[in-house]
């Protein structure tokens, strides 16, 4: 898994009608975009340092400015 700054994260609900989580990765720690990621997530606001699991997807910055262009 890579990621960039500014990327989000998003990770599946483990039980039927659990919501996902997603969040902004502020930082990378790990060589070359690999994990930890200082990540700050949409729900709560707080910021935590995330080992992503099998569960997890990158959306890249680049997708997500385009998702907020369209919606304009």
Same mark, same amino acid.
């Given at each position: ?19 996902? %989580?997603?969040? @902004? ?9 690999? +994990?930890?990621?200082? =990540?700050?997530? !949409?729900?709560?606001? %707080?910021?935590? @340092? ?9 959306? +890249?910055?680049?997708? =997500?400015?385009? !998702? ?5």
């Amino acid at each position: 898994m890579h990621a960039s700054v500014g990327d989000e994260i998003i990770i599946a609900g483990h039980v039927v009608g659990e919501a996902k %989580r997603v969040g @902004l990765i502020v930082e990378v720690r790990g060589d070359d975009g690999s +994990p930890p990621y200082r =990540v700050r997530w !949409d729900d709560s606001g %707080r910021t935590t @340092l995330l080992f992503p699991g099998y569960d997890a997807a990158i959306k +890249p910055l680049t997708e =997500v400015d385009t !998702d907020e262009e369209s919606a304009s």
